[in-house]
Structure formats: structure tokens, C-alpha cells
């Protein structure tokens, strides 16, 4: 006898939409799963249908299937949808264009399916939006123009497209937290108005008209010489000194520590790093 729950896990199982949810039942699923994870399978639209029709979901993983614009049109319309994963699949703009207003999603990964610019202007009717993956697609600085309008995403992977440094320059403006930009085509100026957003917690930025200099120069995360090479490209300094990330760090670390003028007497060595200040390039 299984265990009735809510949650359902049958990634990698060669789920095909006849069996799937007779898989579901013999996982513990029943009529109040709410969410499923099914990627590496083998659905389509019509096991997208039948899901609709029998759960209310909230988080849907459905990576690495054969779901077109039929599926994903369909799961627009469950507006119980939180999370949807939908990413290697052979979806168009044709499917995205069903985003709208009424959307509940939170986090949506769309990466490696055959998308472009125009779907991120759908994308940015969903005011919702926290997380968006958008990797492996065919966007370019055209479609970022649209993500502006998204003012509560903090999570963007735009890795692996179109993206140059006059997109760098309005992702720079966004107030996102993380953001994945590698093997796009930015060069060291646009590598800099990231590195001087001070919103960027984690920062990956390899792109290969990127220099080694400028990569090292970040990876070191010393806002002074980030600064210094960032007016190199006319940009304007937008970070704090290293003294205020010190004093920071101080009151971080050593609370009962008065902040002295020279951090090197009162700040150890082995406090350097401060995860609310380090920016990373992987």
C-alpha cells in the first residue's frame, strides 16, 4: 500500500502519456498532488491535458520531454501554477504568447527550446515573475528590452545567446540578485556595468571577448579596481569604497568592534570575505 502525497517524483522513468498517471497513483499521488516532477520522460501535450484535468498543481518539472505549444498553452491556463519547468522541450514563441496578465508564476525555466526575443515580451506580461531561465535560446539584447518591465525578477540564466554589452547595460538597471550571462558576446565593458551593480550577489559572466585582465579584475571582486578599470570605458563608479565594505564586514563580524580608520588593525585576515558583498565568475 503507498503513502498518499502531495508531492510525486518520476523523473527519468520513460513516462509516456498513457502510463503517466498510472505512475502517479502507484507513487502515492491522488487527486490533491500538487507537485509533480517529471523530467526526462517521454510526454506530450496530451499528458499535459491529463494533468490538468486531474490535479491542481502548483510546481510542474516537465524538463527533457516532447511538450510543444499545445502543452505549454494549456498549462497557462492553470493559474494554481507557481513553478514550471518546461526547459528542452519543442516549444515556440507560438506557445509562450499564452502568458498573460493573470499568470501566478513565480519561477518559469524556458532554457533550450527554440525561442527568441519575442517570447520575452510575453514573458514580461507575468508581473509575478521571481526566476526566469531563458538559456540556450536565441535571444539577444532586442528581447531584454522587454525584462525591464519585470520588476520583481531577482534570478535571471540568460546563459548561452545573443547578448552583448548594450544588453549588459540594461540587465545593470534590473534589480536582480543573480544572474548567469556566460558564452554570450560581451566584451569587458559590458563585464564592468555588471561588476558595478552592487544588487549582483552571484555574478557568471565567462564570455570569450572577455580578457583574462578584466576576468581576473572581477573574480578579485576589489570594488577600488573595478572602478578604476570600469572608467577606462567612461563607466561611472557605482560601488561602495573597500573602506565601507570594511566597516560593514566589521559590523558583520566583530558587532562589539569599534570601526577604526585603518581596517588592517582591526580586521583579521581571515575575514575578508563577506557573502552579501562577493561577486563570482564561473
Known sequence: MHTISNEVSLVDQNLNDNTLLLAIRLAGGNSTLTILMADNNQL???????????????????NFNKIDDDGLIALTALRTLVVLEIGNNVITDKGVAAFNEASNLKHLALHGNN??????EYIARISTLEILNIANAHVSDSGIIYLIKCKNLKRLNAKDNYITDAGANLLAKMPLSVLNIKFNNLTDKGAYLLALNTNIKLLKILCKAISDKCESIIRENDPIKITNAARKFGLKNSVPTLKAIGIFRIKSYLPNQTPHNDLSKVLPNDLIVDIT?????I
Do not use: P
Open 115 to 120: 525561442i527568441t526575443d519575442k517570447s520575452l
Open 277 to 281: 558583498t562577493v561577486k563570482y565568475i
Open 44 to 62: 506530450t501535450h496530451r499528458g499535459i491535458k491529463l494533468l490538468i484535468s486531474q490535479f491542481s498543481l502548483t510546481s510542474l518539472s516537465v
